[in-house]
């Protein structure tokens, strides 16, 4: 197989540890107003409304968003599922501003390195522009260009926002492969003709909880992404 | 004077020398053909069709387009004046994409480097976001975003490009700062509320036909890049 010009990848879940960093972050703004909570629950609340909020502008025509605007909808609908109130407008702001720290899988920054020799590398995520830009620099991700729902106006699964990343730089959707770690955003991007690639995060929700291999067919599969690197020859 | 939270760039004349770049492109590809032209008057004829294609989508309702078709349509428009013909469509796409093949000043890159310790780094350049990622990977530019026309669907000194730029990274304009070799482009910039800084490129457009210092007010006015590092104490 000939290497990709472009690897995209998405990035809740696939370079970063959303789950753990989430939980830590919550704690660190909640647990000084006196709450004691199950913080890892409270992360899994907070990402169980993200799809539903997407939804929204995805099939139901609200105006798009960043997703920082969404989670910030998302983080006021939990709180009081958890019985959370009187936290300050700076401390929300600072709360919600907590999907800009997340931390990153140990492989993902050593293997962008490594496929940006010889490929270009962009984030085709649902995030915004300055939360992708965030997570680089506290990462080191070395991106070549933020790409995504951005980009596109719109949030993936949609074709428009594979399209777009791959028109940004002036590629067929056949010298593009989208690296995930969930099938569903692999089988999209197949869909629309771009290249496949997956890597194992089967502990993302929690252990066990994630997807040890694809279950859609896809180009290549690495245990990490050191190791799809690795068996493209790079 | 606080640093900026991000630093905005222009890239055509202030970070790369598209000058010199694009006589030694034009002469690779047109010389084999039998063509002695004076390149350095094919690259200032090319380069000199530059705004008037921008004005067409800036001000005469033309819908937007990436600044590689410009330069493909001002290539189309100059090559009969040199009375150059007969070139083959690889040929032309090849030279067209001389602009993706620029070389940086010296203290371009050094300076970046120096700036993103502190700040976030952008162009905010009339160039397509693949041109920017083809200059940036030539030259190890290490950009946060590509930010700039393709983003805001216009050219500078339209406001949206400058304002979209901030928007995208969610800063105010205020704690943004423009640094360009072109008084023009600065003083939309601070009309805009971006702060402003000046880098000294006074052969750009030949030896003694360049910027050797700001025609206007600015907040920093360095002889290159890195001097402009260091006079904002970075």
């Given at each position: 197989m000939t290497v990709p010009k472009a690897f995209f990848f998405d990035v809740f879940g696939t370079l970063v540890d959303w789950r753990t960093s989430i939980a830590r972050e919550a704690e660190a703004t909640l647990k000084p107003l006196g709450y004691a909570l199950d913080w890892l629950a409270f992360a899994d609340a907070w990402r169980g409304e993200y799809q539903s909020a997407m939804d929204e502008i995805r099939y139901k025509g609200r105006t798009f968003e960043k997703l920082d605007v969404l989670h910030r909808g998302n983080l006021e609908k939990i709180l009081p599922r958890f019985k959370v109130?009187?936290?300050?407008e700076a401390q929300l702001r600072h709360l919600n501003l907590g999907w800009h720290r997340l931390d990153a899988w140990p492989d993902s920054a050593p293997g962008l390195t490594r496929l940006k020799r010889q490929s270009m590398v962009a984030p085709v995520s649902n995030g915004n522009i300055s939360l992708m830009v965030a997570l680089a620099r506290r990462n080191g991700f070395p991106w070549d260009a933020i790409l995504g729902s951005e980009i596109a106006h719109d949030f993936k699964p949609k074709p428009r926002v594979y399209l777009a990343a791959c028109e940004a730089l002036d590629l067929?959707?056949?010298e593009c492969m989208m690296v995930a770690a969930h099938s569903s955003d692999l089988a999209q991007a197949a869909k629309n003709g771009l290249r496949t690639g997956h890597i194992a995060?089967?502990?993302?929700?929690?252990?066990?909880?994630?997807?040890?291999?694809?279950?859609v067919p896809v180009d290549v599969a690495g245990a990490n992404l050191v190791d799809l690197a690795s068996k493209l020859g790079i």
């Open positions: 109130s009187g936290v300050s067929p959707p056949g995060r089967p502990n993302e929700h929690g252990p066990g909880k994630g997807e040890p291999a694809p279950t």
